[in-house]
């Protein structure tokens, strides 16, 4: 690690983040050592969720078109992602499909993400990971009805648990990935309702609960702090709150879903001007901070328990920012920091 870049860290952190940051450091050489993970059962009798597809409105004939469409790509190997289009017939879980480089199966927390010759382009390997593909395929299944995408979305879980064994890899070293993987589970599972597949990966005896524990357990245990928290702590707690609120299945979910409840009132002050902007000042930071705290809010309306009004009056002063920047065209200026359209730069913390 370059000794003058780890020298700016340390000046923009207080005393706090570093006795934090060296606690979690401490906690990682215990973690480390411990040669057995075994994750408690899931109470799926528990979820009380009834999400259902609702009947597609005609005018949404078009955007379907171009998801089913999308959807077919992926069943072939096609996949465009972060402006980069490449074959697949895996996926492998922990190539750099633009570099060629294959990152080890090492003890994720602590693995050097920012060495390309550990990890490549490390937004290639997590962006995969999100598994925004597999939510295309999960609307394309629940609107036509077609095996096919099930099959292929079962498939890829079941290989993606087999490959990234709980605590391995570099797909289990940002929180932040944790809680946006968690809120596209959440969505395939819904959309897989009333399937062999819903069953074989989130019934009773379903894959899929183990390691949805694990992403719990670590995001408690490893939130941005200090000057890392930015987008990267909402994100982390957004999912946690969807996954708590969606899934009350573990005995610790209602703390977990006390604390994400928590963080989030306070963050969307913190990093929310009144006038609704997001402090970043970078407008697709403000659209990502906006989805961020606009999925937990869904989720706590519809399970009774919403978010404070002030909350809620943020998040549509940020929702209505954004007509407010657009011109006469339609065109939003792209103003501040940006990663998700441009060669990946690493920043602290990874993806954003």
Do not use: C
């Amino acid at each position: 690690m370059d000794p003058a870049w780890l020298l700016n860290r340390l000046r923009g952190m207080s005393p706090g983040e570093i006795v934090s940051r060296v606690k979690f450091a401490l906690a990682t050489v215990i973690w480390n050592r411990r040669r057995r993970w075994r994750a408690p059962g899931a109470d799926v009798s528990a979820i009380r969720d009834r999400w259902s597809m609702p009947a597609l409105p005609a005018e949404s004939r078009p955007e379907i078109t171009q998801l089913l469409a999308e959807a077919e790509g992926y069943l072939k190997g096609h996949y465009h992602l972060l402006n980069h289009r490449y074959q697949s017939k895996g996926p492998d879980w922990h190539l750099d499909p633009i570099t060629g480089t294959r990152a080890p199966l090492d003890f994720g927390p602590t693995m050097n993400y920012r060495d390309p010759r550990v990890a490549g382009d490390i937004k290639n390997i997590w962006e995969l990971s999100r598994h925004r593909q597999l939510t295309v395929m999960a609307v394309a299944y629940a609107v036509t009805g077609d095996a096919r995408f099930g099959d292929e979305i079962e498939r890829q879980l079941k290989s993606w648990v087999a490959e990234n064994p709980f605590p391995l890899g570099l797909n289990w070293h940002s929180s932040l990935e944790l809680g946006v993987r968690l809120t596209a589970w959440v969505w395939i599972e819904r959309l897989l309702r009333g399937s062999e597949q819903h069953l074989r990966l989130f019934g009773h005896e379903g894959v899929l609960w183990p390691v949805i524990y694990w992403h719990q357990w670590l995001i408690e245990r490893h939130l941005s702090s200090g000057s890392s928290a930015n987008n990267h702590l909402i994100g982390e707690v957004s999912g946690l709150f969807v996954a708590a609120t969606v899934w009350p299945v573990f005995r610790e979910t209602p703390r977990w879903e006390r604390l994400s409840r928590k963080i989030l009132e306070a963050e969307v002050i913190n990093q929310t001007y009144p006038s609704g902007l997001n402090r970043e000042l970078a407008s697709s930071y403000h659209r990502f901070a906006l989805e961020l705290f606009l999925l937990p809010g869904i989720e706590a309306q519809r399970s009774g328990r919403p978010f404070s009004s002030g909350y809620r009056g943020l998040v549509r002063k940020m929702t209505e920012a954004i007509p407010a920047l657009t011109d006469v065209g339609g065109n939003r200026p792209h103003f501040g920091d940006e990663d998700g359209w441009t060669r990946y730069m690493v920043e602290d913390g990874g993806s954003g």
